[in-house]
């Protein structure tokens, strides 16, 4: 299995980014994907949820997001793109995609190598 995430950048406060991110591999049953990010000086295992989207289309956003980022996946192709609108400098991190598959007796999560995002002030 592999994500491969694209998008990231350095950009203005204000500016727009968009991350896409292709899953490749063998999987059950793709359920939930999304975006985490891990914050600067925060370690990996302190990613914060930015915003997730079920099979279904269901979709969770943080507060902070709500409203200026927009998630959206393609269940065909096993991709995921998050929309990123009047970025902020609190938007500034590493941008990890995560795709949860549902197997049979148990779910398996996988995670992306992470894309940078720096919004300057």
């Known amino acids: 299995v592999q994500l491969r995430e694209s998008g990231g950048g350095l950009v203005q406060t204000g500016d727009s980014l968009t991350l896409s991110c292709a899953a490749s591999?063998?999987?059950?049953?793709?359920?939930?994907m999304g975006w985490y990010r891990q914050a600067p000086g925060d370690e990996r295992d302190e990613r914060d949820m930015v915003a997730v989207i079920t099979k279904g289309g269901r979709i969770v956003y943080s507060d902070s997001v709500k409203g200026r980022f927009t998630i959206s996946r393609d269940n065909a192709k096993n991709t995921v793109d998050l929309q990123m609108d009047s970025l902020k400098p609190e938007d500034t991190g590493i941008y990890y995609c995560?795709?949860?598959?549902?197997?049979?007796?148990?779910?398996?999560?996988?995670w992306g190598q992470g894309t940078q995002v720096t919004v300057s002030s």
């Open positions: 591999g063998s999987f059950f049953d793709i359920n939930a």
């Open positions: 995560n795709v949860r598959d549902t197997g049979e007796r148990r779910e398996y999560s996988y």
